[in-house]
């Protein structure tokens, strides 16, 4: 068996200690959060990206050993085992190499080449090939046959046998064919072109009616972009060797078959014969192949790279700022079946709810903040959140309008994402949680508890559903989640998660817990009341030692029997911290957040065989800053008042923007038309960069200016270079699309104006009683 740790660890640039290390921990149950944050020792530091990186690369090459193992058996059952082909295997360092070495052996249809040597043809062919002087036409007539279950009608009958044996010869020669497959990929490239008569149907992707690229320049987005016009039958797509296409001189590629089986141009009666072989092989088998391998290498580094870009932009909104314990408002907007209205507390409990009709065609705009207004003084409201959907600048402006009329209220409003909203609404939990509430209600709750915590109400939600990737529905989904379940566990389990107060589904992504034991927490706590210690949840059915250590130390007990349970230091590691009291001659409360006491401490000092300087060093600091949160300051955006629809925006308005999606080329930026504008890479720097997330992040507030509004296409080119000069007249911009994305939009506007609130309650309850 490979040594699976000394390979991972040349390509982390680690020991290979540090990788078994790693390895032993995962396969005995332990989750990369804890590894990464409490077996420091263990691992020599290794860190969570490292981790991750670790366990998927442990996961490729435990799969091909799998396959090793399997296509060893298969040859080995065939009778055709070599001690040079064992070798090959062993030494096989990719899935592709294994497949090149097992292809003539791999059990295939009925082949021509198959057929020619049930004929008895293969002596023929290894006779031209082992003697060119041997004239092609002259040894075939030996090989006629005109009777019998394979006959050989004539001599071209016969050569073209010979040739088919020869074909599948060279196409089936690994090493050949893994070299060929490289050089194609560093000179060859896609070209697209429009299919007859789509250029109209299809104007989504005029940017690639006719192009090219090599494939070693493809960017992801456009790779996804091109695959998705030939699945929708826009696109011709055509893998090219980077060779002229009429050639009528042999090919570098062609060059390389022949050099390797010793054929060459000499003028000997079976050089023209063999010619013709090498270039029949080349054109109608191997480069076909090879051209079907290229586009999944394509689809696999692309998809690859749209799952990292979903799992980032993911990673950046679950850790959004909180806007933390505030009641709130949440405002789910909609013309003709209203707008709905959930009041949360500032622990997240739902309180109470209404339906109001400002918009068409009810337009009860003075009743709508009537009601909204009787809201907010009743539940003493301080957060507006409006959800980003159909209606959503519309309902921003009735709230405009209610904090100029009534600024005592000091609310502050925030545009919220929307996506996965309904999925969380109509999901089981959410049935559970509020089974007399009408599922548009809980769209509302949903929004407004995105606000408080964004952490903590995403989670509800299966993250694909949440929107922040690109073509990510053609993806592969299983790979996809997996991913974007790792970036999830990883997030709550850097934040912490309140014992006392998490839902099920966000206890679930603590490390060690999952769903069923998630709901067996939920269901003592509810039975028992809150927990008052951390070791009280070893109370808990089938909760284990073993799950026990893995999520203790992300689980937090506010003002709890035991400050310690409130921060992130593990209870294994209480002993340490009861050795640095004593040094210190202090209780632990008085020891808690003293800065100057605990930075004037020595970590080695309290370390031991089982704890660590690292170890050491972590406590210290929680000590200093007991469960701090990760998650960066709240902040809110302003929108433009009157630009709130794409033909509002003119070139070199300069706006306040929210980051809602970063892709491989740039990033999407919500403006308040309900169409995100982009952001192109080339705009974002006065230096180069080579990925946008160097700039911006998903939910970061930036300015930004208008260089291009493309209405009928809806597209809108954006620059972060405020300086930039505007398009001259017919230049082309880069821009693209923007992809059905997730907005988290949130802004503050200060109120302004008043005075005139009481005599518009007083209309809205004249125009009630007309009614």
């Not at 055709?80 to 899935?95: G, Q, R, V, W």
Request: hydrophobic share 40%.
């Amino acid at each position: 068996m490979p040594n699976f740790a000394a390979i991972i660890a040349a390509e982390l640039s680690v020991r290979d200690a540090q990788v078994q290390a790693a390895i032993d921990l995962l396969d005995g149950g332990a989750t990369v959060p804890f590894i990464a944050r409490y077996r420091k020792e263990a691992t020599g530091m290794l860190d969570d990206t490292q981790l991750r990186n670790l366990e998927e690369r442990l996961r490729y090459l435990r799969e091909m050993d799998v396959r090793r193992t399997a296509i060893i058996e298969s040859i080995k059952s065939q009778g055709k085992m070599t001690p040079e082909i064992e070798l090959a295997l062993a030494t096989a360092d990719t899935k592709a190499r294994l497949e090149d070495i097992y292809l003539p052996f791999k059990e295939k249809r009925r082949t021509k080449a198959q057929i020619a040597k049930e004929a008895g043809l293969e002596p023929l062919a290894d006779m031209l090939i082992g003697d060119p002087m041997k004239a092609p036409e002259v040894e075939a007539k030996a090989f006629i046959k005109k009777d019998g279950d394979n006959p050989v009608k004539d001599v071209k009958a016969a050569l073209e046998g010979a040739r088919a044996i020869l074909v599948e010869r060279f196409a089936e020669h690994a090493d050949l064919v893994g070299s060929l497959r490289e050089e194609m990929w560093g000179r060859g490239g896609v070209k697209s072109s429009v299919r007859h008569g789509k250029k109209t149907e299809g104007a989504k992707f005029a940017d690639y009616f006719d192009f090219s690229e090599p494939f070693t320049k493809l960017p992801s987005h456009r790779i996804l972009a091109m695959l998705r016009g030939e699945k929708e039958e826009v696109l011709q797509l055509d893998f090219g060797d980077g060779e002229p296409e009429d050639s009528k001189d042999p090919t570098l590629y062609e060059n390389r078959i022949a050099v390797t089986f010793g054929i060459s141009r000499q003028g000997r009666p079976a050089d023209q014969f063999l010619s013709d072989s090498v270039r029949w092989a080349w054109r109608t088998r191997i480069k076909t192949s090879l051209a079907l391998d290229i586009r999944m290498r394509l689809w696999q580094e692309a998809e690859k790279e749209a799952v990292r870009v979903f799992a980032a932009n993911l990673r950046d909104l679950l850790l959004a700022a909180p806007a933390g314990g505030r009641a709130t408002l949440g405002l789910d907007p909609g013309f003709r079946t209203g707008v709905k209205v959930a009041v949360i507390d500032r622990t997240g409990k739902f309180v109470d709810h209404a339906t109001i009709y400002p918009h068409e065609p009810q337009r009860q705009w003075n009743e709508s903040m009537l009601t909204l207004a009787q809201l907010c003084i009743k539940h003493r409201i301080d957060l507006v959140a409006i959800g980003n959907g159909t209606a959503s600048r519309e309902t921003e402006k009735l709230v405009n309008d209610l904090m100029k009329l009534k600024p005592d209220l000091k609310l502050t409003k925030a545009i919220v994402s929307e996506a996965g909203a309904s999925v969380y609404s109509a999901s089981e939990f959410a049935a559970k949680e509020f089974p007399n509430l009408d599922v548009s209600i809980r769209g509302a709750v949903s929004i407004a508890r995105r606000l408080q915590d964004p952490l903590g109400e995403l989670v509800k939600v299966p993250p694909a559903s949440i929107g922040v990737g690109q073509y990510q529905h053609d993806l592969n989904q299983y790979e996809l989640a997996r991913a974007l379940d790792a970036t999830v566990e990883d997030c709550v389990n850097a934040v912490g998660v309140d014992l006392n107060t998490a839902s099920a589904p966000l206890l679930a992504r603590v490390s060690g817990i999952g769903e069923s034991l998630a709901q067996n927490i939920v269901a003592h706590r509810d039975s028992n009341g809150p927990f008052p210690t951390r070791d009280k949840l070893k109370e808990v059915p089938r909760l284990g030692p073993k799950a026990f250590e893995q999520c203790a130390g992300f689980l937090r007990i506010r003002d709890g029997d035991n400050p310690l349970d409130a921060s992130g230091v593990h209870p294994e590691s209480y002993p340490i911290v009861k050795k640095i009291l004593e040094a210190t001659k202090s209780d632990i409360k008085a020891l808690i957040g003293e800065t100057k006491t605990l930075k004037a401490l020595s970590p080695a000092k309290f370390a031991d065989e089982r704890f660590g300087v690292p170890t050491v060093t972590d406590i210290i600091k929680e000590l200093e800053k007991p469960g701090r949160d990760p998650r960066p300051e709240f902040k809110t955006a302003t929108f433009q008042e009157g630009v709130e629809k794409i033909t509002d925006l003119k070139p070199g308005m300069i706006l306040e923007a929210t980051v809602t999606n970063v892709a491989a080329f740039g990033a999407f930026a919500d403006i308040g038309v309900h169409q995100d504008g982009l952001i192109h890479i080339s705009a974002m720097s006065e230096k180069r960069i080579n990925d946008p997330r160097e700039v911006v992040k998903p939910g970061q507030v930036v300015k930004v200016k208008v260089l291009e509004v493309d209405v009928p296409r809806k597209r809108i080119s954006l620059t972060l270079r405020l300086s930039d000069p505007l398009p001259a007249k017919g230049e082309k911009r880069t821009s693209a699309r923007p992809p059905a994305a997730a907005r988290m939009t949130t802004r503050e506007e200060k109120p302004s104006g008043g005075g005139a609130f009481a005599a518009a309650m007083a209309k809205a309850a004249e125009r009630r009683k007309g009614v």
